[in-house]
């Protein structure tokens, strides 16, 4: 298991950005593929980016191709997504992932969540 801490939610307005971060309590966090998914309002929770063990493999969800960009510092144990362009259908709770396989779409994949981080956009 992993701890992880989001922090960097927060209300912005439609075409604003945020950046979010997620500390990772891992002695050996660059063993870790990341993920960050989100939950909206009544939905369930979804995908919306994963990155590979040292970084060089990244996937995202259509909706977000473009504006998101997810990245990390292993020295740092800290996964980031910056979001750009945000609209009010990318208003929900934001939560990052660890997972033991390289990286990955599939929620049922990650075994330790952070407690997530709230992100409005105002239209």
């Known amino acids: 298991q992993v701890q992880l801490v989001e922090s960097g939610g927060g209300l912005v307005q439609a075409g604003g950005s945020l950046g979010l971060s997620c500390v990772a309590s891992a002695r050996a966090f660059s063993n870790y593929g990341m993920g960050w998914f989100r939950q909206a309002p009544g939905k369930e929770r979804e995908f919306v980016a994963t990155i590979s063990w040292n970084g060089d493999w990244t996937e995202y969800l259509d909706s977000v191709k473009g504006r998101f960009t997810i990245s990390r510092d292993n020295a740092e144990n800290t996964v980031y997504l910056q979001m750009n362009s945000l609209k009010p259908e990318d208003t929900a709770v934001y939560y990052c992932?660890?997972?033991?396989?390289?990286?990955?779409?599939?929620?049922?994949?990650?075994?330790?969540w952070g407690q997530g981080t709230q992100v409005t956009v105002s239209s």
């Open positions: 992932a660890a997972t033991s396989l390289i990286a990955s779409m599939k929620e049922s994949t990650y075994h330790s």
